[in-house]
């Protein structure tokens, strides 16, 4: 079973980044997905990014993609998002999500898809 760890998350001002970490441990699937998605106060839990374990392709919110970058250490099993330029509305609690992956990764970025959830990890943007 795949176990998904989530840190990296905190108080910060606008304009700062972070870098939020997701150790993937377990039995893993031959070629998954990994997300992040993150929900704010109120709001339903929304897709942020996504990456190819095995090939490192990457799916972005356009909202986003200008300013977070995910990427993966395969040695490690952990997978990234540099998070730059952090704006207050980025303030979220902010979970990694793995699944298989059959399809390319634009059909993967609904919560639906995805198997197997982090706890999560607070990200507070003041302005």
């Known amino acids: 079973q795949v176990q998904l760890v989530e840190s990296g998350g905190g108080l910060v001002q606008a304009g700062d980044s972070l870098r939020l970490s997701c150790v993937v441990s377990?039995?893993?699937?031959?070629?998954?997905?990994v997300g992040w998605f993150r929900q704010a106060p109120g709001k339903e839990r929304a897709f942020v990014a996504a990456i190819s374990w095995s090939l490192g392709n990457t799916y972005y919110l356009d909202s986003v993609k200008d300013r977070f970058t995910i990427s993966r250490d395969n040695a490690k099993n952990t997978v990234y998002l540099q998070m730059n330029s952090l704006k207050p509305e980025d303030t979220a609690v902010y979970y990694c999500?793995?699944?298989?992956?059959?399809?390319?990764?634009?059909?993967?970025?609904?919560?639906?898809?995805?198997?197997?959830w982090g706890q999560g990890t607070q990200v507070t943007v003041s302005s």
């Open positions: 999500a793995a699944t298989p992956l059959y399809n390319s990764l634009r059909y993967y970025s609904t919560d639906k898809e995805y198997d197997v």
């Open positions: 377990g039995r893993t699937f031959s070629s998954y997905a």
